[in-house]
């Protein structure tokens, strides 16, 4: 069973912090890893994605991989109120003509002005 | 470009109604995906279909079923709802040789 876990939150921050969002995993064999922002009442949309050891940054988003600890997390920098939303951790299995996401229950991230 | 659509955006079903939920892509993606999403459940898969023609699947599709019209077209049917599957549906595609699914606006069924 490949599992993705996430506290649910909700996590809150100030303004201008960094916000940390963690997210576990149970298969090894996972290769890629994606972290999904979703608005409420919206559909999710991808911020980022990670498949090798160590820290990818885009702008103020740094996703981080240590695969001997099955461990992905998300760093926002300079939160902003409109940073809040459900952000969801998603592990790739690909393999036998499939590609299959497995989603976190996702953590509500809320930046306070 | 619309991207992935989904029709219709809100439906109350009686239980033992069936509906076909639609989904449309104008992408030229291969793949799609249904999923439903419940409060503190996630994101789950339905089913897939990774090509024209094809279909599988996925963590949770007893109650359901899916046609891969044409390239462009996946449909979700229940043939018998039950208020378990009152949920948020949502579509996604995703193009060869990449790895971001788009995900439709989604659909909201409540079944009572």
């Known amino acids: 069973q490949k599992e993705v876990e996430q506290n649910s939150g909700p996590l809150s921050v100030p303004e201008g912090a960094i916000a940390s969002l963690n997210c576990t995993y149970s298969?090894?064999?996972?290769?890629?890893f994606f972290w999904y922002r979703q608005y409420s009442g919206k559909s999710p949309e991808l911020i980022m994605f990670?498949?090798?050891?160590g820290d990818k940054e885009d702008g103020r988003f740094t996703a981080q991989l240590n695969k001997a600890s099955q461990y992905v997390s998300l760093l926002i920098r300079d939160s902003q109120p409109s940073d809040s939303a459900t952000y969801l951790c998603?592990?790739?299995?690909?393999?036998?003509?499939?590609?299959?996401?497995?989603f976190g229950k996702g953590t509500k991230l809320s930046v306070i002005p | 470009n619309a991207g992935v659509t989904q029709t219709p955006k809100f439906q109350v079903l009686k239980t033992g109604q069936s509906m076909t939920l639609q989904c449309a892509q104008d992408?030229?993606?291969?793949?799609m995906y249904w999923y439903r999403q419940d409060p503190g459940m996630g994101l789950r898969l339905i089913y897939y279909?990774?090509?024209?023609?094809?279909?599988d699947k996925g963590e949770v599709p007893n109650g359901y079923n899916v046609s891969r019209l044409n390239k462009r077209e996946f449909s979700l049917r229940l043939e018998s709802a039950a208020p378990s599957q009152t949920s948020v549906y949502f579509c996604?595609?995703?193009?060869?040789?990449?790895?971001?699914?788009?995900f439709g606006p989604g659909t909201r069924l409540t079944v009572t």
């Open positions: 279909s990774a090509s024209e023609g094809t279909t």
């Open positions: 990670i498949y090798s050891n």
């Open positions: 992408m030229n993606h291969n793949s």
């Open positions: 998603a592990s790739l299995y690909s393999g036998a003509g499939s590609y299959q996401l497995t």
């Open positions: 298969d090894r064999g996972s290769q890629s």
């Open positions: 996604a595609s995703r193009g060869s040789g990449t790895y971001e699914q788009y």
